[in-house]
């Protein structure tokens, strides 16, 4: 997928993708139709308005349980104006519940983006204890067109990391945080492409 973001501006109505507010539409190939994972029923859906409360709250508690050593005065201001860029910058989709009753329910979600050259890049994943190792961060990067061995570059590290390292292939760029971060980033990869391709 060349431009996931114009993708899903289109699937979605042109909402804002951070928090989109209209449903997804049947057919969309950037989202997960019903999956049984374990026999939860579970639909992969843009974020929404209402949901956002939860996703910041759960990325900045899962990232000060992994960052002890940042005093916490420091650490919830300032990451939490990262959380709120990286959020309006990237795509925030949820894996929620199925049914009338568990449709506001989100048992996972994650926040990534497309660089403009369309390297993956992973913000942040949160799965809730109950609900992981059943596929659904899988699901997740499904609705971004991951492909199986494609590289993840992390602007985060945490446990995720540490779990999954063996699966897939992640990549650490911490300096991704920053609103520099994508334009430099692009620039350091292709540099590097073009001098292995100058020695071939």
């Known amino acids: 997928m060349d431009d996931l973001r114009e993708h ?9 993708l951070g928090f989109q507010t209209d449903g997804v539409r049947k057919g969309d190939t950037a989202f997960s139709e019903v999956q049984d994972l374990d026999r939860i029923p579970v639909r992969i859906r843009p974020a929404e308005a209402n949901d956002a409360h939860m996703i910041i709250d759960s990325w900045l508690k899962s990232y ?11 650490l919830y201001p300032m990451q939490k104006t990262v959380i709120r860029r990286l959020l309006k910058d990237g795509v925030t989709l949820v ?5 009338h009753e568990s449709q506001n329910d989100i048992y996972a979600w994650m926040c ?42 992390c602007s985060h590290r945490g446990w995720l990391m540490k779990e999954i390292k063996d699966r897939y292939s992640m990549r650490y760029v911490p300096q ?16 590097v492409r073009n001098r292995k391709k100058g020695k071939k």
């Open 176 to 191: 991704l945080q920053f609103d520099w971060g994508m334009d430099q980033f692009e620039r350091a990869y292709h540099e």
């Open 8 to 16: 899903m501006r289109e699937a979605t109505g042109h909402t804002n």
């Open 112 to 153: 990534a983006q497309r660089s403009p050259s369309g390297i993956f890049i992973l913000h942040y994943s949160f799965t809730k204890m109950i609900f992981r190792k059943r596929g659904l961060f899988t699901s997740l990067l499904g609705g971004y067109d991951h492909k199986r061995g494609e590289n993840i570059y």
């Open 64 to 74: 000060a349980a992994q960052n002890k050593d940042q005093p916490s005065w420091a």
């Open 95 to 99: 894996a929620a519940g199925n049914t």
